[in-house]
């Protein structure tokens, strides 16, 4: 893998180049929204890349609970970071499509106000990790995250119904589902995705290296004491 | 011992101790009398109004009185190394989890007891919907904030920041409940909505997470 | 139309202001690195 590397990258980088490409000259101008709508070539395909790396924090966390398996939390924390990187750009390009399309910038809208908990979810994850110590710090994190995974059905669903007794403008839905739009959108997600595989990948060596690092740093201070 | 009569000792131990020094009990009291009393200063409705927002308000201080009790959930037991014991002990944590729980539930039900009638002064609040729905959207709200609040109360106690940490874990996901506990009171006193499909969300985010914090309590209890 | 490209541009200077913590992560694991080499030759 780490051979490969610099391959996939370059590859990768390509992939998004054509991807913008399709996404900003072949795509069709739409007829009502103008081409503003080409903002969901990347908000879309973000989404989607947030949602897998949040399931893999998912799966990691409770493969963490049941086996101790410290590997699983490194996948874990990465996967939360790169997910919750896709979820930011998620949330900065929902209201700058919402904005011209709709002249608000935000609308309590069903899958923007999700993806918005899940951010707060994923960031107060972060946090725990970041203010608990040492060996327990893998379960509590990981606990926290099975909890927020169970917690998103309901946040879907409440804020689903609260949208049908209080009805607002959806962002995101509409517009002409022209065949050519949903090819674009599945380029920009692979590209998407292949890159959101190289950063989480670089993530997760990270954190082996850094807990290589702690680990060696622990055996010299017990070595001089 | 069963599950059930240990919870039932724990939470008799807890409540009787509560009682002895009602040092926790004053202090929350005293807290949700002023938060019932700055958020009358901060709005002042028309009556139509009111019922509109009286969820809103009356939630977000039953949820800031909440977290100040369940701040103090492990105080004591953290203070006298009751938690290094259960954890060497073959007592079923369940039971320490549930006899807390309850404990809370019955602290924070207290005082919402003791804000409700002042809410409805301050607010000249008056149900035009099913009245006999307000105590059951009451009691499982009460018990979704406080079943996950005692459980990331566990989790905040083995972090720097503790009190910071409680409501910065809660929030978030405690979002659809709230929700639920807002839009159904506000449903109840205007009238206007079912809450039925609230009180449904509810009930299902109660089951939800009591299973979980059940399963994963024992977990955070021995974590290290 | 600017909020396209203003959507556009923001989308990278996230992805690239990640790849910056993780780089500047890096470097300062790779110096912990160093020191401790020294330390133990030293």
């Given at each position: ?10 590859l990768?980088?390509a ?11 072949v ?6 929204q ?30 963490y ?111 002409s ?49 | ?10 939470l ?32 002042d ?34 203070r ?91 929030f ?39 299973i ?13 | ?35 401790l ?6």
């Amino acid at each position: 893998m780490k051979r490969a590397f610099p391959i996939l990258a370059v590859l990768t980088a390509a992939l998004l180049s054509f991807a913008l490409y399709e996404a900003l000259v072949v795509a069709p101008t739409d007829q009502l929204q103008g081409d503003v709508y080409r903002i969901i070539y990347y908000h879309v395909p973000s989404a989607w890349t947030m949602f897998i790396f949040f399931l893999v924090n998912f799966v990691a966390s409770v493969v963490y609970l049941i086996r101790r398996n410290l590997k699983a939390d490194a996948v874990a924390v990465a996967a939360a970071e790169v997910g919750i990187v896709f979820c930011t750009v998620v949330l900065v390009t929902g209201p700058l499509w919402a904005r011209p399309v709709w002249g608000i910038w935000w609308t309590w809208d069903v899958r923007l106000t999700s993806t918005l908990v899940l951010w707060l979810i994923y960031v107060s994850y972060l946090i725990l990790r970041r203010f608990s110590s040492g060996g327990q710090m893998p379960v509590l994190a990981a606990a926290l995250a099975v909890f927020g995974a169970l917690d998103m059905p309901l946040v879907y669903f409440s804020i689903w119904f609260f949208r049908t007794q209080h009805p607002q403008p959806v962002v995101g839905g509409g517009g002409s589902t022209d065949p050519r739009m949903l090819h674009i959108w599945l380029i920009n997600w692979a590209a998407f995705l292949c890159f959101g595989l190289l950063v989480f990948w670089s993530r997760y060596r990270l954190e082996v290296l850094r807990r290589e690092v702690e680990e060696i740093q622990a055996m010299e201070s017990l070595r001089e004491a | 011992m069963t599950i059930a009569s240990l919870t039932r000792a724990t939470l008799i131990k807890d409540l009787r101790l509560e009682w002895r020094s009602k040092d926790a009990l004053n202090s929350m009291l005293f807290f949700a009398l002023l938060v019932v009393v700055i958020f009358s200063f901060s709005f002042d409705p028309t009556a139509e109004e009111s019922r509109q927002i009286a969820g809103g308000l009356i939630w977000v201080a039953f949820l800031f009185a909440a977290v100040v009790a369940l701040n103090q959930t492990w105080a004591r037991e953290l203070r006298n190394q009751v938690l290094d014991a259960y954890r060497v002990s073959p007592a079923p944590a369940n039971a320490l989890f549930l006899a807390k729980a309850f404990g809370n539930f019955i602290f924070v039900t207290v005082l919402e007891a003791l804000m409700t009638p002042l809410f409805i002064v301050f607010y000249n609040l008056r149900a035009l919907g099913p009245v006999y729905q307000l105590p059951i959207v009451a009691v499982l709200g009460t018990w979704a904030l406080v079943v996950n609040g005692t459980f990331f109360a566990a989790l905040s106690i083995r972090t720097r920041s503790r009190e910071t940490m409680l409501p910065l874990l809660l929030f978030p996901i405690a979002i659809p409940a709230l929700l639920a506990m807002v839009e159904a009171t506000g449903a109840i006193l205007t009238g206007e909505l079912s809450a039925k499909f609230w009180i449904v969300l509810l009930a299902a985010y109660n089951v939800v997470f009591t299973i979980a914090s059940l399963i994963l309590f024992e977990s955070v209890l021995h974590a290290e | 139309m600017t909020y396209l490209y203003a959507a556009y541009a923001a989308t990278w200077i996230i992805h690239i202001a990640y790849l910056a913590t993780l780089l500047s992560r890096y470097t300062r694991l790779r110096n912990e690195i160093r020191e401790l080499k020294t330390v133990r030759e030293g």
